[in-house]
């Protein structure tokens, strides 16, 4: 692999905001972080803790407290908004839906930076816009307006607007908020997908934790202590560090799985013998109806056969009984 | 198609201004009116001093009124990212009489159509700029205010009440004045097309003109507003050097024109939701021209009206406006596309 290009990195960055006069409320700080061209990166944290905010200093909209931000080796903040505005494109939570604008409008305002004083489009342009409306599969709706499109939809136009923008790097805002899990897949794919072709760096906060161990780079991980810990997704999950930041009351990160789980610990115990499908779907089952799998439990569970077929085998202290269905299993065992 | 539409609203535009010289309390024949504008030393003498002299210039008034309220309207509209804003409705048109009635008063004089009427060309000049600058300081305030307000409504609400302080404001000083001053006022506050004449009419278009010149050339900064100021400034625009671009425009316009022509109302607020309608766009560059065009016919039709042709009667112009304007807004809050569409 070809050495990876730094396209925008902080050096003690400290993140907050004024509050009256000569005070500051800092939320998080200092970060060393840095961002490398075709790159995912997925930035999680609990809600509250600043990734917003981060999100908004990184890309210029906010001062940052302390530290610097460097864009392909300049400073952030000495560069003019026109001069930003080539390199670093958004999508925010901000609410577009009020404009009268149809979809191919807003797609073409990602020109805005290119385009002369009046903002007529060439037909560079015009190829740019159309390369951004295929890459995100919006030529679907390109006339209807944008009030009437569902969340999803008005996610992947606000993406293409942000594609047509032509920046090196590309900063989302909880992207994934009120989609559904269709919806939340495909774009988290079309990202992955995004930032593998087209060599962009691509920086989104979410609170999609698994698919965010599927598709990124990179996670950041934010505490609400103000910590980051960055790595690989599969590194912060072996080092512990999602334990630390999202472990609470009653709920614990289960490394082993990479989920949560929201099942209190089991009073009965079980073992359970077998590694078809069928016998993780039953461990799960298990669980969920109260049950602690343990390898050393006096109740033994066998799961043999094909997942066409699959026959549930129990023990119990030398009394035996075979199942066919997981149902009837389940029924008989919660007693 | 938007050629067609263009030329649909051209020839309204040649209709309703014939027809707007031909009304009056004086019958005159279109036909004699077209060869009295074409050749003006043919025919009847007195014909040709009422077109010259009142109705020609009540007719480029009403012209220059409907570009120029309608433009600002459709800038504020997209400023503040409100569908319901306009210069009347968010107290602009009254920090524009503020103004004016500042600068009477320290001439010690009334705000009245007759009183302005007599005010020389420097006179006009002092006016239309402390109507501009009472137009900007209700803008700023508001813009300052909406900035910490989610609710367009609430901003609505505030706007209105800005409005009737400012109004509240000039009506105690007016309340110590004469009964014959205060019924002056009240007519001035009625609106008026036909006091703007000679040097005024030529001061009123270069005013007016200089505003839509400004907010023509910034028709790409309020493209990218639409998106709100995040997404602007992403995009490079300085949000905050196009504000004040967009808040000088507008207070140019609609504090020039409330300054010869009183408050008038509801063609800031409907003439930009006709023409986004008419012309199914968010583009400034074609919404400022096709503002233009509708309320320029819009004016006209309602000055047609106020004459109420066949009688001697006139109405104020405000009554027609309100009229026409008020259903428009129905239609934008309860119409089938409801606030969203603006």
Known sequence: MAEQKILLHTSGLTIGYP????????????????????????LLGPNGCGKS?????????????????????????????????????????????????????????????????????????????????????????????????????CQKVMLARAMAQDTPLIILDEPTAHLDLPSRIQLMRLLHQLAK????????????????????????????????????????????????????????????????NIHYAG???????????????????????????????????????????????????????VYTTLSEFLDTIKI | MNKIK??????????????DVAMGSVHIPLKDVIKVLFTPDAGNDTWVYIIEKIRLPKALTAIIVGCGLSV?????????????????????????????ALVMLSAGSITSLYTIKELGISGSWLIIMASSLGAALIMILIVGISSSLK??????????????????????????????????????????????????????????????????????????????????????LTVKRARILIIASTSILAGGITAFCGPIGFIGIAVPHLARALFSTSNHRILIPACCLIGTVLMLICDIIAQMPG??????????????????VIWVIAGPKKLRGF
């Open chain 1, 19 to 42: 509050s009256g006069k000569n005070k500051s409320k800092a939320i998080a700080g200092p970060l060393d972080l840095a961002l490398f061209a075709g790159q995912l990166v997925c």
């Open chain 1, 267 to 321: 009073k009965q115990t079980i073992s359970v013998t077998g590694d078809s499908t069928t016998a993780f779907w039953t461990r799960k089952a298990l669980v969920r109806n109260g049950f602690s799998i343990s390898a050393t439990a006096e109740k033994k569970l066998t799961v043999s056969g094909e997942d066409s077929h699959p026959v549930w085998e129990v023990d119990d202290n030398g009394k035996r009984a």
């Open chain 2, 151 to 236: 609710d367009n409504v609430i901003v609505l609400i505030v706007g209105v009440m800005i409005g009737n302080i400012t109004l509240s404001v000039i009506s105690i000083w007016q309340y110590f004045s004469s009964p014959e001053l205060i019924k002056d006022y009240l007519l001035w506050t009625f609106g008026s097309l036909g006091g703007v004449t000679g040097g005024q009419l030529l001061i009123l278009a270069v005013v007016v003109a200089a505003g839509l010149l400004i907010s023509f050339l910034s028709s790409k900064l309020l493209d990218a507003l639409l998106l709100g100021d995040n997404y602007a400034r992403s995009m490079g």
């Open chain 1, 53 to 153: 905010t981060l999100l908004r200093t990184i890309s210029g909209l906010q001062e940052p407290l302390g530290g610097g931000i460097e864009l392909e080796g300049k400073n952030l903040r000495q560069l003019k908004p026109s001069q930003v505005a080539k390199k670093i494109s958004l999508v925010l939570t901000d609410n577009v839906r009020s404009g009268n604008l149809d979809v191919y409008s807003l797609i073409a305002l990602g020109r805005y930076p290119y385009s002369g004083w009046l903002g007529i489009l060439t037909e560079q342009d015009k190829l740019i816009i159309d390369q951004a409306i295929k890459a995100t599969g919006t030529g679907a709706f390109l006339g209807r307006k944008i009030d009437s499109l569902s969340d999803g939809e």
């Open chain 2, 311 to 328: 009688s001697q009667t006139v109405l104020p112009i405000n009554v027609i406006t309100a009229l026409v304007g008020s259903p428009v």
């Open chain 1, 197 to 260: 072709e087209t060599n962009k760096a691509i920086l989104l906060s979410t609170h999609e934790l698994d698919l965010a161990l599927q598709v990124a780079d990179q996670i950041w991980l934010m505490s609400s202590g103000g910590g980051l810990d960055a790595g690989l997704p599969e590194e912060l999950v072996l080092n512990g560090a999602f334990q630390h930041a999202f472990n609470k009351d009653e709920i614990e990160f289960d490394a082993a799985t990479g989920t949560f």
């Open chain 2, 72 to 100: 600002s309207g459709l800038q504020m509209q997209t400023l503040f990212r409100n569908p319901l804003a306009g210069p009347s409705v968010l107290g602009i048109t009254a920090g524009a009489s503020l103004g004016v």
């Open chain 2, 6 to 19: 263009v030329l649909v609203l051209l020839s309204l535009l040649v209709t309703a201004f014939l027809l």
